[in-house]
Structures are given as C-alpha cells and as structure tokens.
C-alpha cells in the first residue's frame, strides 16, 4: 500500500514523515514490537520532534489509525476502480490487490488495518474506535460498489451485510494465509466469495424474468 500522501496543512512535512514511517513499520514488524528508536533512526529525527507532535506511543497510534483513514480511498479503494468499471468486479480487483500484497510479502504481514486489531489493547478505547472506523469506511466504499450492481444482485440482499462479508472474507483469507505461509486459503476464501456473487446473480436474473409481463399471443 503505497503511504506517499502529500501533507495537506503548511509546516506539517516533519509530522507527515513520522506517520508514514511509523504507518509501515506496525504493518511490517506489529505495533508492539516497534520501539520508538526504530522510528526515529527510519525518520532521521530526535525525539523532540517526534513528541513534538505525539506525546506518547499511543498518541501516534491514534495518528497512525486517523492517516490510515486517509489513505483509503488513494491507497486501497481508487486503484480497485481504475482497473474495471464493472461494480462487481471492482469488489475482485479489490482481493487482487490484497493477494498481490501477500504474494511480495511472502504472506508475512497482512493488513495492517487488520493486524492492529489484533495487536491493540482492549481498553485503548480510542485506537479501537479508529480501527472500527477503518473497517466501516471500507464497508462502506464496498457498499457503493455493490449498490451501483443494482438490479444484478436480488433485492432482497442486504448489501451493507453483504460489504461486511467480503471484509470478513478477506481478513480471514489472510489470516489464513500467513498462518500456513502460503495463498491456498486466500485464494480458496476469494473462489467460494465469487461463487456466491455468482449464485446472488443467477438468483437476480430469475428474479427479473419473473417480474417481466408476459407477451400476448
């Protein structure tokens, strides 16, 4: 996922810095396993700047999960769309570029929205709020594929539920995955998703044949 998202405010490069080298360094080595060393020898920066901005540890894992919000439509959603116009499909290319990931990585760190989830404390309220967030704002760009689909899927689908079921295949396909070190469960999760939008789709087709008047003879 690419991190490179220019500041928006004047005077904010130092604190932009911080939060993309510290946004992939939880994604590749867990937030608890980097120390704030390792942040500043990646940033070139003293700790004065960094506290500067994030008065502790937790403080720039709530800035880290508020960039991550950012990022998704540049970095995870916009690429999706720029590689089919097709609603549906737009929900495969977007499991694509999550295999595509795992596959560079070795299936060694999976989705850093994900991962944090795992990692942080249940009483870090806030940071838990943001990670819900995360996964709601990305439910919910699913969703506008899904209801631009409109007449291809059964009415009856609920297509909120629906968005929630492909994060939830896609975060446990690659929990999966990096557990067994390679992408068979990811790529079995994705085939047994695509069979069921297949299936919704027959469902839908009956579903417009019978709503059509029939023609007199």
């Not at 508020?66 to 998704?72: K, N, S």
């Not at 940071?127 to 969703?143: D, G, H, S, T, Y």
Request: aromatic share 8%; with cysteine; glycine share 6%.
């Amino acid at each position: 996922m690419a991190t490179d998202i220019p500041p928006t405010v004047p005077g904010q490069e130092t604190r932009q810095r911080i939060l993309q080298a510290a946004f992939q360094l939880f994604h590749e080595q867990g937030y608890n396993a980097t120390g704030v060393a390792t942040i500043l020898r990646e940033t070139n920066l003293n700790a004065g700047s960094l506290y500067h901005f994030f008065p502790s540890k937790d403080a720039l894992l709530v800035g880290v999960l508020e960039f991550a919000l950012v990022l998704l439509r540049p970095a995870v959603m916009d690429p999706a769309e720029r590689r089919t116009d097709d609603p549906i499909d737009r929900v495969f290319a977007l499991m694509q570029q999550y295999r595509d990931g795992m596959q560079t990585t070795g299936c060694k760190m999976g989705c850093p929205i994900g991962n944090l989830a795992l990692e942080v404390a249940d009483d870090n309220a806030q940071a838990r709020q943001l990670i819900q967030r995360n996964f709601e704002n990305w439910k919910l760009a699913v969703k506008k594929w899904l209801d631009d689909a409109g007449p291809r899927l059964p009415r009856s689908v609920d297509r909120a539920k629906l968005a929630g079921f492909v994060l939830t295949v896609m975060e446990g396909g690659i929990m999966q995955a990096r557990a067994a070190g390679n992408l068979t469960p990811f790529d079995d999760s994705v085939a047994q998703l695509r069979s069921y939008f297949s299936a919704l789709e027959k469902v839908a087709q009956l579903e417009s044949k019978k709503r059509k008047p029939l023609k007199r003879r």
